[in-house]
Nanobody
Framework: QVQVVESGGGLVQAGGSLRLSCTAS????????MGWFRQAPGKEREGVSC?????????YYADSVKGRFTISRDNRKNTLYLQMNSLKPEDTAMYYC???????????????WGQGTQVTVSS
């Protein structure tokens, strides 16, 4: 049974930091391409960041998070991370982790999704 589980969300003041984690069980982790997406109320889902399976650097960052967010992965722990610094109120959203065996970061192509973790940034 495949399970993708996010954690680490919460309430933080503007300028603060959070680190999101994502674990994927029931899958062989190392070959997974994994991504972070977010959706705010009343807005469409947007890609935040993505990392290919055979890379140790990001394949993609949304312009709105460049220089503030860092994606990383630890294949020994089967875990993907998103370090979020200098958070802004506009970063408030439900953050989702997605995984699949592919080499692109298009949301519609990911088969495995978590339930999301809420990030709320107060001004």
């Amino acid at each position: 049974q495949v399970q993708v589980v996010e954690s680490g969300g919460g309430l933080v003041q503007a300028g603060g930091s959070l680190r999101l984690s994502c674990t994927a069980s029931g899958l062989i982790f190392a070959p997974l391409t994994m991504g972070w997406f977010r959706q705010a109320p009343g807005k469409e889902r947007e890609g935040v960041s993505c990392m290919y399976w055979n890379s140790d650097s990001a394949a993609y960052y949304a312009d709105s998070v460049k220089g503030r967010f860092t994606i990383s992965r630890d294949n020994r722990k089967n875990t993907l991370y998103l370090q979020m610094n200098s958070l802004k109120p506009e970063d408030t959203a439900m953050y989702y982790c997605a995984a699949d065996y592919r080499r692109d970061c298009y949301a519609e192509n990911f088969r495995y999704w978590g339930q999301g973790t809420q990030v709320t940034v107060s001004s």
